[in-house]
Every structure is written in C-alpha cells, then in structure tokens.
C-alpha cells in the first residue's frame, strides 16, 4: 500500500511524514526505513529509523530510486515501512515521471508487503486521477 502526502512548500508535508515515521517505529512489526533528500531528519525520527540520504547515493532519476527501493528490500526482507520525503528533489521534477514512479511504487509495496509514503511538493489539484487515490 502506498500513501502520498501531497502540497505545496510550506504546507506541512515533513511534518506529517515525521509523525506518521515515529508512528510506525511504535508499532510496525518490521524495520523501517526513511529517504530523505539531505541530511535534515536525524534529530526528529526515533533512532531505530533507518535514515538514508538520497544525495548520497546520487539518486537524481526514478530508475536510480527504483534501484534503491529494489536494493534496501533485496538486503532485508523485514522492511515493512518506507518513507521518502521530497519526491521532486530527489528524482526530478517531471510530473509525469513522478506519477509513473508512484504507479510503480503501488505494485512494488503490494508485491512485497510493504507501506510506502511519500511526500511530493505539488498541488493535489494537478494529481491525475489515478494517483488521487492515494491521496
């Protein structure tokens, strides 16, 4: 299942991810893991979050973050939470390969029993209806 926090800059997308994250540390029956772009979240997540630093990696496409995703669930099968923050800072800031890049994440999250939330600084008006869904 995929769940997407979508709005514009400053309308409260990372603060709503940090307390779904802290959320999910209390209860989630596996590990769980946040993406983030630039190191900004290690003080506000509980510390058995994994933190992973997107820059770091030099992830800037959808492929390269697939890849990621593939790679973080290949190396442990027990991640049952993943969370990326700033969706478009990360991969780019094409619309629609970031509505192609959800639409995969959905398959992928249902495929391997995992709950995907992203946040993506965009209006929710310009969503298509497909990805309105997960809003």
Not at 35 to 56: A, F, H, P
Not at 66 to 84: C, E, P, Q, R, W
Request: net charge negative.
């Amino acid at each position: 299942m995929i769940q997407i926090i979508m709005g514009l800059k400053g309308s409260g997308k990372t603060k709503k991810l940090i307390n779904a994250i802290n959320e999910a540390v209390a209860s989630a029956q596996g590990d769980v893991v946040c993406i983030e772009y630039g190191k900004k979240l290690t003080y506000d997540v509980n510390y058995r979050v994994r933190l992973v630093d997107s820059q770091e990696y030099g992830i800037s496409n959808p492929d390269m973050l697939k890849g990621l995703l593939s790679g973080l669930h290949a190396g442990n099968f027990d991640i049952t939470n993943v969370y990326i923050d700033n969706l478009y800072k990360t991969i780019g800031t094409d619309r629609a390969a970031g509505e192609e890049f959800l639409l995969w994440c959905a398959k992928f999250a249902e495929a391997n029993k995992m709950n995907i939330t992203i946040t993506v600084s965009d209006d929710p008006a310009n969503a298509s209806e497909e990805i309105k869904k997960f809003l």
